[in-house]
């Protein structure tokens, strides 16, 4: 199954949303759902192979820290009765039972947006962005942005590089690299305030204007899959109302 | 149509506080003519051609001008306070800024200049593929814009202007940073657009515009210093001597194609 | 968007703005390589938002903060998207001081910072307590649990923590921005719509 972007921020949303409120269990069922549907449908699939191993690194990363969390909510949060004890340390089951149900939230949250984000090109996510109305201000810095966090990395080196060079005390004492601190920020914010002086003319050199643009093509309503957007949403709904139906 | 330019008594400065740009600049450029505009570094030349596109009129609020500006039937008093774009193409020095960023493609970032005309997609992908194929850039349609060499990007950069195909092209030091083979392409280019288009490109040294340019102004510190052809450029080189800093003199000198006599000092 | 603030937003964006909003949300984004590099024990990851306050204004400002959370999340840890109210505080903020001139001296803009720190732990722990229930996988997650074990409740907990870094953090970053743009030529400073709130203490010097 073919999922567009509409269908999947609404199934992210009602699974964001279900975090908030569903119990322990039910978070955790529904990330191993998510697990399933990440490999069994195609629209779910990771992008790339870097995409993939930066899935199972966060969720592991998460998994783990979840696991200690719990066992350190469960010492230190001395409330309920204890659950275990063992070489004078006692485990409170409020304590336990605290860190269980934020592990599971935390897990079924990141889960669900390493999904959304992992599937989904930043290109169609601005182009549906920019079909909903979103100002295109917005759409464009989303992608300019991505243009200068690619090139930051060489720019911060090379400057570092050349203040070293030039004796600023980068690996003097704490203070010293306080102050060192600004030059680097200085040179890099100042090339960047002139670069951003020309990449402004060039934009507006080539027709681009604040002036409000109407989208060009809307997603269809008629379309079957905007019936699954609405069932996703439906769901966010429900979900809010998960406690009181749960009782 | 490609339109006349001229420009009369033009008085420039950015603060009102500062120090002039330009100080009674008075010049003609006839419609359809490719004019070079030389002078060292600080002559004004890249202001001259902001100024021309309206970039500087609209991004420089406290700019003091006066004068006029007559680019075709317009009339600016003293200069252009928006943006003439389509009308207008004005093609920056560095490449990498003029190419936006904001698409994946070649083909998409050219595109992105239509996108503010309100034209049909059809039009529009129809443009691309035809400007593409005129600058030789249709193999790299689905490349990365900046994933190119430099060459190829400066073309990307000027297929991203021509494609609103402006009757007046304005390109600032258009040569910079490229091969003599990218050279030479970039100048049949131009040579194909010179009975539509009213080119001024600037150039430090002359070598791009010789062949190319079929008229040369020279400004130094605002003013200026020559306007005329080629032929009578290389007869006036003495006489600017005293009116330009000796070392670009010179370097104007040793650009003498080799079949006149140098001047000695 | 009502006309007013869309006017507001457009002028703010216009020219070299946009460019520069997102080159703030990239060093938002990318400062901790400078930090991790000079071995600061600070984050320093708003100093593009409150760049974005000074010189382009408060919209420009809360933009540059929702965006630096929202691709932080995409591409790294998705609870930063948590915190986009956060941020958005903090952009308002910074460019309401702006606009007041608290960025024309060094003791202004450091006590802009002390006020924006206790600020920030304020809104970010309802987040962190209810959302995440004080755990954001840091190590002042430790700090938390302390002050839980003494008797606090989650909400004061998480406060406390936020405030143990927040103003120290958000201090430095004002005073940062604010020698930044005190140094900044008048002519680029011209070219950005809150270049005034730089421009006046400047002329006036």
């Known amino acids: ?74 010492v230190l949060i001395r409330e ?89 005390p980068l690996r003097a004492h704490s203070l010293s690299r306080m102050f060192s ?20 003319k060039a934009l507006e050199l080539r027709g681009y204007s604040s002036a409000p643009r109407r989208a060009d093509d809307t997603v269809p309503f008629s379309s079957p899959y905007s019936i699954l957007t609405i069932c996703f949403l439906l769901l966010s709904i429900a979900a809010l109302l998960l406690p009181w139906l749960l009782g | 149509m490609a339109p ?47 100024i021309l596109s309206g970039i500087a009129g609209s991004q420089c609020k406290t700019s003091v001008a006066e004068g006029i500006i007559q680019i075709g039937e317009n009339q600016y008093e003293p200069i252009p306070k928006a943006t003439l774009f389509p009308g207008v193409g004005l093609l920056l020095q560095d490449p990498d800024v003029q190419i936006s960023g904001i698409r994946d493609t070649v083909a998409a970032e050219v595109e992105f200049t239509l996108e503010q005309l309100s034209i049909s997609a ?18 790299l349609s689905q490349r990365h814009p900046l994933g190119v060499s430099g060459g190829e990007r400066q073309r990307i950069a000027l297929a991203s202007v021509l494609v609103a195909s402006p009757s007046l092209l304005l390109l600032d030091e258009p040569a910079n940073a490229l091969d003599s083979r990218s050279q030479h392409l970039l100048k049949g280019i131009l040579r194909s657009r010179k ?22 102004v020279v400004l130094a510190a605002g003013r200026l210093v020559f306007q005329g052809t080629s032929t009578d450029f290389f007869k006036a080189l003495v006489s600017m001597q005293d009116l330009l800093p000796i070392e670009y003199w010179k370097l104007l000198q040793s650009r003498l194609p080799k079949t006149r006599v140098r001047i000695p000092l | ?43 320093l990851d708003s100093v593009g938002t409150v760049l974005a306050a000074v010189l382009c204004g408060p919209l420009s400002a809360i933009l540059a903060g929702a965006l630096s959370n929202i691709l932080a999340g995409a591409f790294g840890n998705p609870s930063m998207m948590f915190f986009v109210p956060v941020v958005i505080v903090i952009g308002a903020f910074s460019g309401y001081l702006a606009k007041r001139g608290w960025f024309r001296s060094w ?15 304020a809104v970010s722990a309802p987040i962190a307590a209810f959302l995440f229930g004080g755990v954001m996988f840091a190590g002042t997650d430790v700090l938390v649990l302390y002050f839980r074990s003494v008797g606090n409740t989650l909400l004061q907990s998480v406060f406390y923590q936020g405030l143990s870094s927040d103003p120290v953090d958000k201090i430095v970053t004002y005073l940062l921005v604010y020698f930044i743009c005190r140094n900044l030529p008048l002519r680029l400073l011209q070219r950005f719509h809150g270049g005034n709130n730089i421009l006046a203490s400047k002329t006036a010097q």
């Open chain 2, 195 to 216: 009975e539509t288009t009213t080119i001024i490109l600037t150039d430090y040294s002359i070598d791009f515009a010789l062949g190319l340019a079929d008229m040369f």
């Open chain 3, 107 to 121: 003791y202004l803009a450091a006590a802009g910072g002390v006020l924006q720190g206790v600020l920030a732990a």
């Open chain 1, 1 to 74: 199954m073919q999922l567009r972007v509409p269908e999947k921020l609404a199934m992210t949303l009602c699974l964001l949303v279900t975090s908030l409120t569903a119990p322990p269990h039910l978070s955790l069922a529904l990330v191993t759902l998510m697990l399933i549907a990440r490999r069994a449908i195609p629209g779910l699939r990771p992008m790339d192979n870097p995409t993939a191993r930066r899935f199972r690194t966060v969720l592991g990363f998460l998994l783990g820290g979840a696991i200690i969390m719990t066992f350190l909510n469960g």
């Open chain 3, 1 to 43: 968007m009502s006309s007013r603030i869309r006017h507001q937003f457009d002028r703010e964006l216009d020219g070299a703005g946009l460019p520069f909003v997102a080159f703030c949300i990239a060093l938002n984004l990318t400062v901790g390589q400078i930090t991790a590099a000079l071995k600061l024990p600070l984050y």
């Open chain 2, 122 to 139: 059809t039009d529009r992908q129809r443009r691309v593929r035809d400007i593409l194929a005129d600058l030789g850039l249709s193999p």
């Open chain 2, 4 to 50: 006349r330019i001229t420009i009369d008594n033009l008085a420039y400065r950015y603060f009102a506080a500062g120090n002039p740009v330009f100080v009674g600049l008075s010049l003609e450029i006839p419609p359809g003519t490719c004019c070079a505009v030389l002078g060292p570094t600080g002559a004004g030349k890249t202001t001259l051609l902001e």
């Open chain 1, 181 to 200: 601190l600004m030059s680097i920020l200085s040179p890099l914010i100042l090339s960047s305030i002139v670069e951003s002086i020309e990449r402004g």
């Open chain 1, 80 to 168: 309920g009765p204890i659950l275990f004890q063992w070489a004078g340390i006692s485990l409170y089951d409020g304590g336990i039972e605290f860190g269980v149900r934020t592990g599971s939230r935390l897990l079924l949250m990141t889960s669900a947006l390493l999904i959304l984000f992992g599937s989904t090109p930043l290109s169609g996510i601005t182009t549906f962005l920019h079909q909903i109305g979103v100002p295109i201000q917005i759409v464009m810095t989303i992608h300019l942005t991505v243009h200068f966090v690619a090139s930051m990395p060489s720019r911060i080196e090379r400057i570092y590089s050349a203040q070293e060079a030039r004796g600023a």
